[in-house]
């Protein structure tokens, strides 16, 4: 499922606030076709790193390519090949489930975007909730719809930052179902998450974040157990989740 062609290039890359850095020189190679896994305790610079390559923050230095094209200068050209799933829903809370995708398809220009729709909130299990306002919503209904959102233009490149998040058991294998199945169908994955076990079990690459640098990258397999132990060591976490 990968070729030799990067899809994302990131060299020597930082990122300060102010006087307080928050990544250190990251150099990181993403194949297209991977599916990442982005570990790392809080405040190591996951979340920072994907709004990075999404062209929502600019580099202090250094530079990141996205499928060919750059950040800052090409940003809007790299969103169009991103769906980006963050910790803010990014939806309208007086607009129903459909009339918030059907927003987003005029976004993106996309055509039949009703029968795209319908797939979606299919695939998300909220066919039935198609005509809800979303502020009716649990957090994991809108985390789900969220996700709609961000494959209704089927990006290359998926980032998801903790999208098992809110998330009941029924909700979260959903989203493992999507995540596999756009893997299989070859999009590039870069996840982080705090469930070691599922980072584990879907990823075929694991990269773990300390202290702003990379402090662990490959594609051997490791059980959760071993992914624990390792995450342990290179953190320094006394009780790795």
């Known amino acids: 499922m ?10 020597n890359l930082a990122k300060a606030f102010g006087y307080l850095p928050v990544l250190k020189k990251i150099n990181l190679t993403i194949q297209r076709g991977q599916f990442v896994a982005l570990l790392g305790p809080n405040g190591s610079g996951k979340s920072t790193l994907l709004r990075l390559i999404c062209g929502l923050s600019k580099p202090t230095v250094g530079t990141i390519s996205v499928g060919g094209w750059s950040i800052p200068g090409e940003a ?13 829903a990014l939806l309208y809370n007086n607009l129903t489930a459909q009339e918030n995708l059907a927003f987003y398809t005029r976004l993106y220009h996309l055509q039949n975007s009703a029968s795209r729709i319908d797939l979606l909130l299919g695939q998300v299990g909220l066919s039935k909730r198609a005509h809800s306002l979303v502020r009716t919503f649990s957090r994991g209904m809108q985390q789900r719809l969220s996700i709609a959102r961000a494959l209704l233009h089927e990006p290359h490149v998926l980032l998801f930052d903790e999208p098992f998040t809110g998330l009941d058991q029924d909700a979260a294998v959903v989203l493992d179902n999507l995540l596999l199945e756009a893997y299989a169908e070859g999009h590039t994955i870069l996840m982080t998450t705090h469930q070691l076990e599922r980072a584990a079990r879907l990823a075929n690459r694991i990269v773990i974040l300390s202290r702003g640098t990379i402090a662990y990258d ?10 624990s132990t390792l995450y342990a060591e290179k953190t320094g976490a006394a009780n790795a989740r």
């Open 76 to 88: 809007e050209a790299i969103r169009a090949q991103i769906g980006f799933v963050s910790h803010k």
């Open 218 to 227: 490959s594609t051997d397999p490791l059980d959760a157990l071993q992914l």
């Open 2 to 11: 990968t070729d030799s062609r990067p899809v994302i290039e990131i060299q």
